[in-house]
Each structure stands twice: as structure tokens, then as C-alpha cells.
């Protein structure tokens, strides 16, 4: 079967960094999204990870090793207003989104 | 910027009553999708859609159907809603199939059926 794995929740400090990890075992692999959602609200787009190694977005990067079917995403400098879930999704040999349960995040002043 | 809207924030529905969401994208996108999010659960494919008229099932199709007639416009339909259908609905849409292609998605549609 398919499967994505994410911690259930998180805890951080404002100004902090933290890393959210994601194991995946999917049939083929077209690519990993990382996904911001806020409470109540729409997923929105963050990152894309295709191929091994790291992608830099400001205060966000993802990380992808696919030998390791692993990637995170690192925040930096944490706000409040990124206390939100977020979901790591990976593009299968079929080209759907096989999603995880997302990490919620809490980020405490 | 994409947009994607939902007929509905909030629905309730009786158990056995048949119910209409709807989804517009204004962006012409080739591919939508429905899904229903669970506390707990990833994101749930029910049905998705890769041209006018086209639909495909997803992961979780039953007790649900979908209608697409035109390109911006994809509706999912419980024909006969139960307990267990209560959930979180969200559309989605996407340019193509495409690997590097990102899915935007609605507001959600928060349904509760009693």
C-alpha cells in the first residue's frame, strides 16, 4: 500500500527553527508538495521537490532524498502566524496526490 | 492569481436527503478534484475530472457521483447523504497532470448530516 508519514503535532518558539518530517512509500514517485493550513481554511502551496537535495523559499526550504523516500520542511524564524498544519503530499507513478495527514504546528511566544 | 470557490462554507443536511456541491475554478484548468478531509486522515481523492464530461473514481467514490458539463465547473452529488458523510469537502484544481503542476484548492465546504 501506499503510505505518508508525519508527526501528529509539534511545538516550537517563536524566532526558533523547526523541521517537519516525511516518510513516504508510494508506488513511483513524480514528485513531493508541501502544503500550509491554516485552521478553518484552504491548503495552500508551498514547496515542490522533484529531485534530491534542497529548495530555498525565503524563511521555508524542503528537503527531498528519494534513495530514502524522506523529505522536511524547515521553518526559520518562526512567526505566530505560522502556527498552522502542514501537509506533505507525493505525486505517485499515476500522477495523484497521495497525501499525509499533515503536522500540525503550534508555535508558542 | 487562482481562484477557486465553493457554493457553500457550511451545509446541513438530513440523513437520506440528496445534496449538491459545487465547485467553480476560474482559471482554465484542465484537471479538478474532490476531496473530503477527516481529523486524523490525509486528504481523501473521492472523484477527479481531467476534461469536460471526463471523470474518473478516486479512492473513496462510493455513495458520492460528480458532474462536470463545463470546463470551470465540477460538482460533486450525494445522492443520499448519511451519518458518516459528515466531513469536510474540498475542491481542487490544477493546470495538468503534470508532475511539477500544484493543486489549488477552495475554501472547503464544512457538511454535517443529522
Known amino acids: 500500500g501506499q503510505n505518508i508519514d508525519q508527526p501528529t503535532e509539534m511545538t516550537a518558539t517563536e524566532g526558533a527553527i523547526v523541521q517537519i518530517n516525511c516518510t513516504y512509500q508510494t508506488s513511483g514517485f513524480n514528485g513531493l508538495f508541501w502544503y500550509q493550513q491554516h485552521a478553518g481554511e484552504a491548503p495552500t502551496f508551498l514547496s515542490y521537490n522533484v529531485l534530491d537535495g534542497l529548495e530555498e523559499k525565503g524563511r521555508f526550504s524542503s528537503f527531498l532524498s528519494r534513495s530514502k523516500g524522506y523529505s522536511y520542511l524547515l521553518l526559520k524564524e518562526l512567526q505566530m502566524k505560522d502556527s498552522a498544519s502542514y501537509l506533505c503530499a507525493v505525486k505517485d507513478s499515476n500522477y495523484q496526490l497521495i497525501w499525509g495527514a499533515g503536522t500540525k504546528l503550534i508555535i508558542k511566544p | 492569481d487562482v481562484k477557486v470557490t465553493q457554493s457553500s462554507r457550511y451545509l446541513v443536511k438530513r440523513t437520506g436527503e440528496k445534496v449538491f456541491l459545487e465547485c467553480v475554478q476560474d482559471?482554465?484548468?484542465?484537471?479538478m478534484f474532490w476531496y473530503r478531509q477527516d481529523p486524523g486522515l490525509g486528504l481523501r481523492l473521492i472523484y477527479f475530472?481531467?476534461?469536460?464530461?471526463?471523470?474518473e473514481k478516486g479512492d473513496i467514490p462510493e455513495g458520492y457521483s460528480v458532474s462536470r458539463e463545463k470546463k470551470e465547473r465540477f460538482s460533486l452529488i450525494l445522492e443520499s447523504a448519511s451519518t458518516n458523510q459528515t466531513s469536510m469537502y474540498l475542491c481542487?484544481?490544477?493546470?495538468?497532470?503534470?508532475?511539477?503542476?500544484?493543486?489549488?484548492f477552495g475554501p472547503g465546504t464544512r457538511l454535517t448530516v443529522t
Open positions: 475530472s481531467y476534461d469536460v464530461k471526463m471523470k
Open positions: 482559471m482554465d484548468h484542465e484537471n
Open positions: 481542487a484544481s490544477s493546470l495538468d497532470q503534470g508532475s511539477s503542476y500544484e493543486q489549488y
